[in-house]
């Protein structure tokens, strides 16, 4: 299986670490080699964000991708799968908009989804960006990691094995 | 996220490592129970019993809830396993997103030098 090698870190980049530091709240965080204003140009013109938000690797592109980045403004980006017919719509709206630090929005495709929240912070030639969602409620993000549960983990085979052995000395 | 990942597979084979754990485990597959049933039960301190069952919540193999004056224990993997799972695809996916998102920073970098 090559998804341990993929999910490892690649020493020559900067790491992605994904957190979540309370019951309904998720940090990401990574480190850009470039000053927070053009991290936040890359975030906030559409023409930018298109060539980044869906990757390929994923399967997914854009059919479209409007964002008005600005307080009080609107996104919407719609996407298509490779693997299915059905586009899928992700919708909401900027609560705020500080120019090459802060970025609020709403996810409102779902009653239950996140306030996301993502800040620049400049540490000499370099950017860190950390992005916060934080959940209405801790079942809102338990049900997340429930539906969303690709099984597609790089730990997956020390899980299988894991589970195997737990699975024989419950049974027994 | 995978050194976490790492760390907590580390801790559920630590956990898994001791003959009273997994008996522990074995117990708890069949019905949740007390602190104090298991520790009657592997004829054993209160406080000896806390300090094992405490290794395997650490390892995510156990959740406990106490209610009134009673913890009650039961097996905790699965959601651990779809937590790990979940959070590792949807780091997968941020960690995409940035290496792309990396590349138009380089880009916009040389324009301004080119400037």
């Not at chain 1, 690797?57 to 008005?68: H, K, L, P, T």
Request: hydrophobic share 40%.
């Amino acid at each position: 299986m090559n998804e341990n090698q993929k999910s490892e870190p690649n020493l020559m980049k900067n790491p992605t670490t994904v957190e979540r530091t309370s019951e309904r709240e998720l940090v990401v965080t990574r480190l850009f080699s470039g000053p927070a204003h053009l991290v936040f140009e890359a975030w906030t013109k559409p023409e930018l964000l298109k060539r980044w938000w869906a990757p390929k690797s994923f399967g997914i592109s854009f059919v479209s991708c409007e964002a008005d980045v600005r307080t009080g403004g609107s996104y919407r980006f719609v996407f298509s799968q490779a693997d299915s017919e059905q586009t899928m719509a992700f919708f909401g709206r900027y609560i705020e908009v500080t120019p090459h630090s802060r970025i609020v929005w709403t996810n409102d495709e779902s009653s239950d989804g996140a306030l996301s929240t993502v800040t620049f912070e400049e540490k000499g030639d370099k950017t860190l960006l950390a992005l916060h969602e934080l959940y209405p409620s801790k079942q809102a993000l338990d049900d997340a990691i429930a539906s969303g549960s690709t099984g597609t983990s790089g730990a997956g085979e020390q899980f299988d094995l894991l589970d195997t052995i737990l699975d024989s000395l419950v049974r027994s | 996220m995978v050194q976490c990942l790492q760390a907590r597979l580390d801790a559920s084979f630590g956990a898994l490592s001791d003959a009273t754990r997994r008996g522990v485990l074995e117990q708890l597959g069949q019905a949740d129970a007390s602190i104090t049933v298991l520790a009657e039960r592997f004829h054993m301190t209160l406080t000896g019993m806390k300090k094992h069952v405490g290794v395997l919540e650490q390892a995510g193999l156990v959740t406990t809830e106490k209610v009134g004056r009673v913890r009650t224990c039961k097996l905790g993997l699965r959601g651990l396993q779809e937590e790990a799972a979940w959070i590792d695809s949807y780091r997968q996916l941020w960690d995409a997103r940035f290496d792309d998102l990396d590349k138009i920073v380089e880009e916009l970098k040389r324009e301004i030098k080119n400037r």
